[in-house]
């Protein structure tokens, strides 16, 4: 599934329905991408205003690398789809050993845990926003950092689903163990950008 081609209302319909994608990882990956996009819209805000012009370099610096987490976020979106294709043919397949399965919840989990990192990595970006951008987008950014929150917190429901299945404990540790430090790391940063704007706001 292309998630880029298809219109609002056709991916909440999809969504809304009994079709297993996209499912709650997928939609997540895209929870993210609005993330991204919320922190481009400030910078789109502040670039080439007099006020911000001693900042506009380092703006225009996070407006890139936003956007490019934005379209791999898109990406993360459909490879999660991806993933679970070969994961629901195999619940059917009863010739399936221990290893293999093994492998395609792997699989299903790793995508997952990539869109996590993904939206850790610009959670830094969203907090600099929040502080230097346009004030008149203060509470975009704190958007950013809400549909931030709510992605991480999506995956990692994402993430655990498929490792409480992994019969490889090594395997399945090391991922959690990732996925757990990018969750209570990352919904930390998320909250304390928010309350900062809020204060700022009241």
């Not at 898109?74 to 994961?87: G, K, M, Q, V």
């Not at 959670?123 to 975009?140: N, Q």
């Amino acid at each position: 599934m292309d998630v880029r081609k298809k219109t609002i209302e056709e991916y909440l319909d999809l969504f809304a329905g009994s079709v297993p994608v996209p499912g709650g990882g997928g939609v997540s990956s895209v929870i993210g991408a609005l993330a991204a996009a919320a922190g481009e819209m400030v910078c789109s805000l502040t670039v080439g205003k007099k006020k911000y012009e001693n900042i506009e370099p380092e703006i225009k610096g996070i407006a890139r690398r936003l956007n490019e987490a934005r379209n791999k976020l898109l990406t993360l979106s459909d490879r999660d789809a991806e993933a679970f294709e070969p994961l629901a043919a195999a619940y059917k397949d009863k010739t399936m050993t221990d290893a293999e399965m093994d492998a395609l919840y792997e699989n299903a989990a790793e995508v997952p845990l990539e869109t996590m990192r993904c939206i850790f990595s610009i959670l830094d970006e969203i907090d600099y926003l929040s502080v230097y951008g346009s004030r008149l987008a203060a509470s975009d950014a704190a958007c950013a950092a809400v549909y931030a929150r709510a992605a991480i917190a999506g995956e990692i429901l994402n993430v655990r689903i498929n490792t409480k299945c992994i019969k490889n404990t090594e395997i399945k540790t090391e991922i959690e163990v990732e996925a757990d430090a990018l969750y209570k790391t990352g919904i930390k940063k998320c909250d304390l950008i928010f309350e900062k704007v809020m204060e700022g706001l009241i």
